[in-house]
């Protein structure tokens, strides 16, 4: 079967992207800063889901972090956009499809865990994807991936070593922890935060494990960072709200951004 969205975009670009970053709130103007190539809208793509989350632009920006090809998603879709898991896994298995071996994917969440503090960086070294739905449920493409794919190591422990290389020699601090997707749009409630607690979260937000699931079966070595923009709902006796995660994440932008742009080089060069 032809792949329409595929040669859509290779009706635009040859370019083949090495590594695919999925920039997160706050972080959007990063594909804005480097030496782009080609943009692709994704409203001009057949069948692809568009973004409606605040500040996500909803676009493939093609381009240079140093010398890596890269191809960035500025803006991703979310299930409480009314996106299915599997939608949310197309922009994803579309990346793997243009040549993209590596995935950063990039998230603001509320911190669990007590060490944390607003404005941290935690590496995710593993999720719980269990209360969102999976993208890999229907029929399976075995040219994609495996039916039953392992998900013993999700996030490459090759690259999040070279993460945290590259923050303690540019002196950035990172945690390190278990991330927990939920649906959202609402923030959660004190009770579900003492369960994802007694769970093993460390940070909660509303993104990533599905995206980092579907990436696991189609191939790529995946690692992810999330930004803290706030404590989660209990652990700080205080209201969460939209402008507080986008404060947090404008405020602690260039030190993220720095990170992403260093480890990728690294990721490609050593
Ligand atoms: N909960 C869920 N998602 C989030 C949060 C939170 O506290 N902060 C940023 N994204």
Redesign the pocket.
Known sequence: MPDKQLEYIKSVTDFEPEVALVLG?GLGALADEIDIEAVVDYRDIPDFPVSTAPSHKGRFVFGYIGDVKTVIMQGRVHLYEGYTANQIAQPIRLMRKMGAKILFLT?????INRNFSIGDFMIVEDHISSFVSSPLIGKNDDSIGVRFPDMSEVYSKRLNRIIAKTAKESGISVKKGVYIQ?S?PA??TKAE?KMCSVLGAD????STAIEAQAAKHCGFEVCAIS???????GIMDKP?SGE??TET?NRVAPQFKTLIKKSIERFVNG
């Open positions: 709130s998230n603001a969440s509320g911190g939920l959202g923030f959660e935060i940070a909660v937000g509303m930004c803290i923009t706030n404590l989660a709902c969460i507080e995660v994440a």
